[in-house]
C-alpha cells in the first residue's frame, strides 16, 4: 500500500508541476508585451522599451531619445547646461552643442539645423547624429515599429536559417511567436554562456525537491538548445540551434592597444619666459614623456603662454631626443571665486579650451597635462566637465590628455574638489600627486610620501572610485620635508630639501635608519634647541615606489620636479621601468 501511495502522489505532483508550468512558462507567453502600440527601442539584444524614463520619437527623419536615457543607456556625461539652454555631447574626439532656442546643432566646426524635443519635461535628441560619438548605428523598421541600436565595437555572431523559422518569445515551441523568418535569413545571435543558464540554488532532499529538481534540469537541458537571436527587423525572440546554421563572427570587438608604460618628468619654471633646466646634450634615462610649464591660466581665464626662444629650443631638444611633450596647463594664482567664474560657464570654458588647442596645434605638442588647484569643492562638477569638453578636442588631433590630483583624502579646496571618477573615466592618465603626506603649514609632523601611505591611496583610487588601474600615474617627488620640532613634538616649522641638496643635512644626523613600513631613510639632529626631523626621499625610496607600477599594473610614474634630482636616480628609473 505504501509503495501505490507514493506512486499516487509522483502522479499527483507531476501532474501538478505540468499545470503549473503551462500557466507560468507557457500561457502568458501568448499575452502581448504591452508596448505594441509604440516604438520599440532595441539596444543590441535587449528590448528596452519598459525601462525607458522617455519613448522613442520620430520626427524629420530622425529618431528622438530624451536625454535621461542618453545618460543611462549610452554616456552619463552628455549634459544640459541651463544657462545658455544647450545640451553637451562628447565622445570619439567630437564635441556637440545643440542650441535648443536656435533650433541648431554645431558638431565640431560644423553648424547644422536640429531642433530638440521638449515633452513632459524631457528634453529629447536626435541620437541619429551621435551614432560616431557613442560607437552606435541607429536604424528604424517601420514593419515591426522597432529603431534598433546596434553597438559597432563590440563582437557579432550571425547564422543563416536553414529552414522557415518562428521566433520565439520564450525557450520552447509553445511560447508566442514574434516574428516569422524564411529559409536562408540571416539572425545575429547571442550565444548564452552556460553560467547563465545554472540556477545552483539546491531543493531539499525530499521527494517534492528531488522532482522539483529533475524538472528544472529538464528545462536547463531543453534551453542549452535555445539561443538569443535578432532578426534584421529588430525582433528579439529565440530559436532552436537546429534551424540554424554555422554560428560565425560577423565582427570583431573592437582591440584594446597596449600602452607603453609613461615615465613623465615635469619641468617648472615660474610664470615667465621658459628658461628650461637642460642643454641640447642632456638626455634623461628611463624618460619618454617631458611636461614643461608653457601655460598658465591668468585671473581672467584665459592661458598666458611663456615659450619663448628658451622654450623652442626646449621643443627643439625634447623632440630630437624622442620625448613626447606634454604641456602642463598651470593654475597657480587664481583665486576660488575667478576659478569658479571660469569653470562655471560653458562659454568661458570653451574659449579657455579653444586657447589650449590652438598653442597645442602651434607647437605640435603631443598632449597637455592640467595641474589646477585652489578648486572649491561645489565647484567640482564644473571642473570636471572641462576635463569632459577637452577630452574629444585633444584627441581629434591624436593629443593625450592627464589631470594631476591630490589623494583622495583631505579638505575640500585640496582633495574633495576632485572627481577621480569622472576624470579617470574621461582622461588618458590621472596623475596621483604622491606626497605632501603630512600638511607642512599643520602641527603634525612626518613623511612626505610614505609608501605605506602611496599604496593606500593607490588602493583608494582602483576600489572606491573605480579608477583602471592602467590608467593611474603615481607622481614621485624629488624633495623631502625637514621638520623643526619643539620639545612637546608638534611643529615648529618646516622646509622643502630638493634631493640633490640633502647632502650637508645628511652629515649633520645623529640618528639614522631605515623606516620597514615607509620604506624611506629617516634621520634626525639637534640645533639651538630643536629636533630637526626628515623623512628621506633617495635612490632606496624611489626604487621602493617605482615596485608599485608593476605591482598594481599601472599606467606608469612621473616626477616633481626637473632639477632636484641626484644624476644617479635616472639610472635607477631605467632599471626599474624599462
Given at each position: 500500500m505504501k509503495i501505490v501511495r507514493n506512486i499516487i502522489i509522483v502522479i499527483l505532483v507531476l501532474l501538478l508541476l505540468g499545470v503549473i508550468g503551462f500557466c507560468i512558462c507557457i500561457a502568458p507567453n501568448y499575452k502581448k508585451s504591452g508596448y505594441e502600440d509604440r516604438t520599440n527601442l532595441v539596444i543590441n539584444f535587449r528590448n528596452v522599451t519598459g525601462t525607458m524614463k522617455g519613448e522613442v520619437i520620430r520626427e524629420n527623419g530622425y529618431e528622438y531619445v530624451s536625454l535621461d536615457d542618453i545618460n543611462n543607456y549610452f554616456d552619463r556625461y552628455t549634459y544640459y547646461d541651463s544657462k545658455y539652454n544647450y545640451i553637451i555631447a562628447t565622445g570619439n574626439g567630437h564635441i556637440a552643442c545643440f542650441d535648443i532656442n536656435a533650433g541648431t546643432v554645431k558638431i565640431d566646426n560644423n553648424t547644422v539645423n536640429a531642433k530638440i524635443i521638449e515633452k513632459d519635461n524631457l528634453k529629447y535628441i536626435p541620437i541619429n547624429l551621435l551614432e560616431d560619438f557613442y560607437d552606435i548605428k541607429?536604424?528604424?523598421?517601420?514593419?515591426?515599429?522597432i529603431v534598433a541600436?546596434?553597438?559597432?565595437?563590440?563582437?557579432?555572431?550571425?547564422?543563416?536559417?536553414?529552414?522557415?523559422?518562428?521566433?520565439?518569445?520564450?525557450?520552447t515551441n509553445f511560447s508566442r511567436t514574434l516574428e516569422k523568418v524564411d529559409k536562408g535569413s540571416t539572425v545575429y545571435v547571442k550565444e548564452v554562456a552556460e553560467s547563465e543558464n545554472t540556477d545552483s540554488t539546491p531543493e531539499p532532499q525530499t521527494l517534492k525537491?528531488?522532482?522539483?529538481?529533475?524538472?528544472?534540469?529538464?528545462?536547463?537541458?531543453?534551453?542549452?538548445?535555445?539561443?538569443?537571436?535578432?532578426?534584421?527587423?529588430g525582433t528579439i525572440g529565440y530559436v532552436n540551434k537546429k534551424s540554424l546554421g554555422d554560428i560565425k563572427v560577423v565582427r570583431e570587438a573592437a582591440?584594446?592597444?597596449?600602452?607603453?608604460?609613461?615615465s613623465l618628468v615635469w619641468d617648472y619654471f615660474e610664470n615667465t619666459i621658459a628658461t628650461p633646466k637642460n642643454d641640447s646634450n642632456t638626455t634623461y634615462k628611463g624618460i619618454n614623456v617631458v611636461s614643461?610649464?608653457?601655460?598658465?591660466?591668468?585671473?581672467?581665464?584665459?592661458?598666458?603662454?611663456?615659450?619663448?626662444?628658451?622654450?623652442?629650443?626646449?621643443?627643439?631638444w625634447a623632440k630630437s631626443k624622442g620625448y613626447e611633450i606634454w604641456s602642463m596647463v598651470k593654475c597657480d594664482n587664481l583665486l576660488t571665486d575667478n576659478m569658479r567664474s571660469m569653470?562655471?560657464?560653458?562659454?568661458?570654458?570653451?574659449?579657455?579650451?579653444?586657447?589650449?588647442?590652438?598653442?597645442?596645434?602651434?607647437?605640435?605638442?603631443?598632449?597637455?597635462?592640467?595641474?589646477?588647484?585652489?578648486?572649491?569643492?561645489?565647484?567640482?562638477?564644473?571642473?570636471?566637465r572641462l576635463i569632459i569638453e577637452l577630452k574629444p578636442r585633444l584627441e581629434s588631433l591624436g593629443m593625450k590628455l592627464s589631470v594631476d590630483v591630490t589623494a583622495p583624502d583631505g579638505s575640500p579646496n585640496w582633495?574633495?574638489?576632485?572627481?577621480?571618477?569622472?576624470?579617470?573615466?574621461?582622461?588618458?592618465?590621472?596623475?596621483?600627486?604622491?606626497?605632501?603626506?603630512?600638511?607642512?603649514n599643520g602641527s603634525r609632523v612626518g613623511s612626505n610620501a610614505s609608501i605605506e601611505w602611496v599604496e593606500n591611496n593607490i588602493n583608494k583610487f582602483i576600489k572606491n572610485n573605480e579608477v583602471d588601474s592602467r590608467k593611474i600615474i603615481v607622481a614621485i617627488p624629488f624633495f623631502s620635508r625637514m621638520w623643526k620640532v619643539n620639545s612637546d613634538g608638534t611643529s615648529a616649522g618646516s622646509f622643502?630639501?630638493?634631493?640633490?641638496?640633502?647632502?650637508?643635512?645628511?652629515a649633520k644626523a645623529t640618528k639614522k635608519e631605515w623606516l620597514a613600513d615607509a620604506c624611506q631613510n629617516y634621520i634626525e639632529y639637534v640645533e639651538n634647541g630643536f629636533t630637526y626631523k626628515m623623512w628621506v626621499e633617495d635612490e632606496e625610496s624611489v626604487s621602493k615606489k617605482l615596485d608599485l607600477v608593476e605591482q598594481y599594473n599601472l599606467g606608469g610614474v612621473a616626477f616633481w620636479e626637473k632639477g632636484c634630482e641626484t644624476e644617479n636616480i635616472w639610472n635607477v628609473v631605467e632599471q626599474k621601468l624599462f
Open positions: 541607429v536604424k528604424y523598421n517601420e514593419s515591426t515599429n541600436i546596434e553597438s559597432t565595437n563590440t563582437e557579432l555572431k550571425a547564422a543563416t536559417t536553414n529552414t522557415k523559422v518562428s521566433i520565439k518569445s520564450k525557450q525537491g528531488k522532482i522539483i529538481r529533475w524538472y528544472n534540469n529538464m528545462k536547463k537541458k531543453m534551453s542549452k538548445d535555445w539561443v538569443t537571436v535578432r532578426t534584421e527587423n582591440k584594446e592597444v597596449e600602452k607603453a608604460k609613461v614643461p610649464s608653457f601655460m598658465f591660466v591668468d585671473e581672467n581665464g584665459n592661458i598666458k603662454e611663456n615659450v619663448g626662444d628658451s622654450g623652442l629650443n626646449y621643443i627643439s569653470l562655471s560657464d560653458y562659454k568661458k570654458r570653451e574659449s579657455l579650451i579653444n586657447q589650449i588647442i590652438q598653442i597645442c596645434q602651434k607647437y605640435s605638442f603631443n598632449g597637455v597635462n592640467i595641474d589646477m588647484e585652489n578648486i572649491n569643492q561645489s565647484d567640482k562638477e564644473y571642473f570636471s582633495s574633495l574638489c576632485y572627481d577621480r571618477k569622472t576624470i579617470g573615466d574621461v582622461a588618458d592618465y590621472i596623475v596621483f600627486m604622491a606626497y605632501d603626506q603630512t600638511s607642512k622643502d630639501i630638493n634631493m640633490n641638496k640633502q647632502d650637508k643635512y645628511l
